[in-house]
């Protein structure tokens, strides 16, 4: 048994030095149209939208106004891509993703705010969702700025029971058509580290050794 330990640690050694030299390994965006390049805007213009592609936003009624504003180069520019857009075209709104995940795995959720231009910190504000729970508000004041102001926030958060989670951001504060920016929405799996894998690959291999060599010994 000694030497299967002594043979499993020299490959244990010898695959993670491969690990260290091997290409790093980038995670797909699970969200869709994240950049929200979709719907099309031309340079120099924006767009009321009730809906997007990947996204349901919130339905724009008389009373209650939803939609979104979708901005292309004007008003600031998009941190990625051409698009970017604003939760508080009309009145404070809001967009949602469900997201095909797995139950307590580990996603890093990262996006991209900016307060308006010249707008006050309390009508600038951007509430993050996560399976319904706040993950917290995003504001700040855009007085003196000339366009955006990009910040990048990262959270790590966990699938929901069962195989999808519900991702949401809404428009907080005054309610006034003047509000936050968003843009490059990004969600990927956390990734096990590559010592992780190869330990639990190397513990396989030895325990199918073991059991060989028991089978062996027992018919001999």
Do not use: C
């Amino acid at each position: 048994m000694r030497s299967i330990v002594a043979a499993g640690a020299l490959a244990l050694a010898a695959m993670l030095g491969s690990a260290g030299a091997s290409a790093v390994y980038a995670p797909p965006n699970l969200i869709v149209n994240g950049s929200f390049e979709e719907p099309t805007q031309s340079s120099g213009s924006w767009g009321f939208h009730t809906s997007m592609s990947g996204w349901t936003v919130k339905p724009d009624a008389d009373a209650d106004r939803g939609g979104v504003e979708v901005r292309n180069n004007t008003v600031g520019e998009a941190q990625d891509g051409s698009n970017f857009i604003e939760l508080d075209a009309y009145g404070n709104s809001w967009i949602s993703q469900t997201v095909d995940t797995i139950e307590n795995s580990l996603y890093q959720l990262t996006f991209w705010y900016s307060p308006r231009e010249n707008v006050a910190a309390d009508t600038n504000g951007i509430e993050v969702f996560w399976n319904d729970t706040s993950l917290g508000t995003l504001t700040g004041s855009g007085a003196g700025n000339t366009g955006n102001v990009w910040a990048t926030h990262t959270f790590t958060v966990s699938g929901a029971a069962g195989s999808t989670t519900a991702l949401k951001f809404a428009a907080v504060g005054t309610s006034d058509s003047y509000g936050g920016g968003l843009d490059n929405v990004s969600l990927t799996a956390v990734p096990l580290p590559p010592a992780a894998i190869l330990f639990g690959s190397v513990l396989g291999s030895l325990a199918l050794v073991a059991r060989k060599r028991r089978a062996a010994a027992a018919t001999a």
